[in-house]
């Protein structure tokens, strides 16, 4: 439990809700229904074992945050607890509330115990690409995907590390059972293209085979998509778009719009994670102001993704 103050507040608060949910117990001294309350929210922290945080205000020393988010949520009274998610308060409540009624409240934004395992292995798994231990990373997020089949988040990094890791059996065994969700999940349907693009590529023809072929026709949209494929499933992101815009350019609609969203599933696939460090700064008030609304996180730019994503726009409108 943290005391906030206006010096640690975008540290203890706003940033570390980006992490994880933190939950900010206004009080006072003299308050009665404060005393009742502030107890149980501690013994919930505990039990929660470190699904969200518990922080507190004391609104006599602190009434500048405390008068912010009173009026930011139309409350008066004390004790008065919000959530922040994200770096940013997302709900709240006001009263002294049994422990069913605060249980319930922190449900509705706390992960699940299994959910927070699986979001542990899934931080873990990312640590250990960074260092290039890719099978202990396989494992976790393997892990993650047993602990939760419905987590299209952990599936998604787990077959982005099967394929980069050449694992390709392996990816299509765990894509199947999500194959029908690409429609509504852009990571996996970009999964999907690249796990295409890794199958097809020990049957492709030669680069020179299918340079020469191009260079013969122009409109040989099907040596350009091996082409194109097999810099996808090497990796050479930038060289497979090449490929794939000038089909584009050429014929929009060429087999059901495939180069353009094979294109945009490299464009997928190359997008980073934005960090929980670079989401905090994102979400972080600059110095000497105090601001807890209105700010969204946003992934950092990628000047080459960004590129290509123009001249995206440019071969279609």
């Not at 507190?56 to 988010?69: C, G, R, S, V, W």
């Not at 590529?201 to 494929?229: C, G, V, Y």
């Not at 294109?263 to 601001?291: F, N």
Request: glycine share 4%; proline share 5%.
């Amino acid at each position: 439990m943290q005391d906030i103050t206006h010096q640690n507040f975008e540290a203890e608060l706003v940033n570390a809700s980006v992490a994880q949910p933190v939950l900010l117990d206004m009080w006072a001294p003299w308050c009665g229904p404060c005393k009742a309350l502030g107890p149980l929210l501690e013994k919930l922290e505990v039990q929660y074992a470190g699904r969200f945080k518990l922080v507190k205000l004391n609104t006599d020393e602190e009434p500048e945050i405390a008068a912010q988010l009173s009026q930011m949520f139309g409350v008066r009274s004390i004790p008065f607890c919000v959530l922040f998610k994200g770096g940013q308060p997302v709900d709240g409540f006001v009263g002294a509330l049994p422990e069913a009624e605060v249980k319930k409240f922190l449900d509705k934004h706390v992960p699940s115990a299994e959910e927070q395992a699986a979001a542990d292995d899934m931080q873990e798994a990312e640590e250990l690409l960074a260092e290039g231990d890719s099978e202990t990373a396989i494992d976790k997020l393997q892990a993650a995907v047993a602990t939760n089949p419905a987590n299209d988040a952990a599936r998604y990094d787990y077959l982005r590390a099967l394929l980069t890791a050449g694992r390709v059996a392996d990816a299509r065994k765990a894509f199947e059972p999500v194959a029908g969700n690409v429609v509504h999940d852009a990571r996996l349907a970009a999964a999907g293209h690249w796990l295409a693009a890794m199958e097809a590529a020990p049957q492709a023809r030669s680069r020179e085979a299918l340079q020469a072929a191009i260079a013969a026709d122009k409109r040989n949209f099907d040596a350009r998509f091996e082409l194109a494929q097999t810099h996808f499933a090497r990796s050479e992101f930038s060289a497979a778009m090449d490929e794939l815009l000038e089909i584009i350019m050429r014929d929009k609609a060429w087999k059901d719009g495939l180069a353009r969203k094979t294109y945009v599933a490299i464009l997928e696939v190359m997008s980073k994670a934005t960090t929980a460090a670079a989401k905090a700064d994102a979400a972080a008030p600059k110095k000497g102001t105090l601001e807890v609304a209105g700010r969204l996180a946003a992934a950092p730019s990628d000047p080459v993704i960004d590129a290509y994503r123009r001249k995206l726009s440019m071969a279609l409108f």
